[in-house]
T-cell receptor, first 115, second 114 residues
Framework: AQTVTQSQPEMSVQEAETVTLSCTYD???????LFWYKQPPSRQMILVIRQEAYKQQNATENRFSVNFQKAAKSFSLKISDSQLGDAAMYFCAYMNNNAGNMLTFGGGTRLMVKP | AAGVIQSPRHLIKEKRETATLKCYPIPRHDTVYWYQQGPGQDPQFLISFYEKMQSDKGSIPDRFSAQQFSDYHSELNMSSLELGDSALYFC?????????????FGPGTRLTVT
């Protein structure tokens, strides 16, 4: 079974600074997808960024970028120029088409942004 | 842009009662997923449907059942409710022409069992 691990229960960052959230996963598959979801206090799950495992290039979405290390099974999220609105719970998630299209989530990292 | 709609947003039930949660996917999305997020937990996959057929099944209790209707909306039926069923229930939808990886989540239904 696939597992996703987020080793940082909480992180804090100063506004306008950069922060990196860590995620590791375990799988024997070679073709899969990885995601970062943001869950603000409203509890809405918002897709931040996704990475296809077959792509070597790291995904980027505005201030959000990932460092995907396939051999190390590592998928970290970097948030640049942090804003107060970035404060939320961040979940790393894995999906493998061969094992069904469900998302397997990590335990989450709570990000606090200090003004 | 249209989003996934879930109703009701909040629901309070007593133990042993039944509950029905509804999900209306984004237009032209033919796949629906249900997730359960307990207090302080990460979301756990329950069940999914593609073109009105069950496609995958996760850790869904036998007391729960779900289906997808001809208009693609889905309902999660929960019977003999237990205190441990108190959670946030998410529905997500995805469009077939962009693969299963683009899952868009609804706002969730918060179920409280007393």
């Amino acid at each position: 079974a696939q597992t996703v691990t987020q080793s940082q229960p909480e992180m804090s960052v100063q506004e306008a600074e950069t922060v990196t959230l860590s995620c590791t996963y375990d799988t024997s598959e070679s073709d899969y997808y990885l995601f970062w979801y943001k869950q603000p206090p409203s509890r809405q799950m918002i897709l931040v960024i996704r990475q296809e495992a077959y792509k070597q290039q790291n995904a980027t979405e505005n201030r959000f970028s990932v460092n995907f290390q396939k051999a190390a099974k590592s998928f970290s999220l970097k948030i640049s120029d942090s804003q107060l609105g970035d404060a939320a719970m961040y979940f790393c998630a894995y999906m493998n088409n061969n094992a069904g299209n469900m998302l397997t989530f990590g335990g989450g990292t709570r990000l606090m942004v200090k003004p | 842009a249209a989003g996934v709609i879930q109703s009701p947003r909040h629901l309070i039930k007593e133990k042993r009662e039944t509950a029905t949660l509804k999900c209306y996917p984004i237009p032209r999305h033919d796949t629906v997923y249900w997730y359960q997020q307990g207090p302080g937990q990460d979301p756990q996959f329950l069940i999914s449907f593609y073109e009105k057929m069950q496609s995958d099944k996760g850790s869904i209790p036998d007391r729960f059942s779900a289906q997808q209707f001809s208009d693609y909306h889905s309902e999660l039926n929960m019977s003999s409710l237990e205190l441990g069923d108190s959670a946030l229930y998410f529905c997500a939808s995805s469009p077939q022409d962009r693969g299963p990886y683009e899952q868009y989540f609804g706002p969730g239904t918060r179920l409280t069992v007393t």
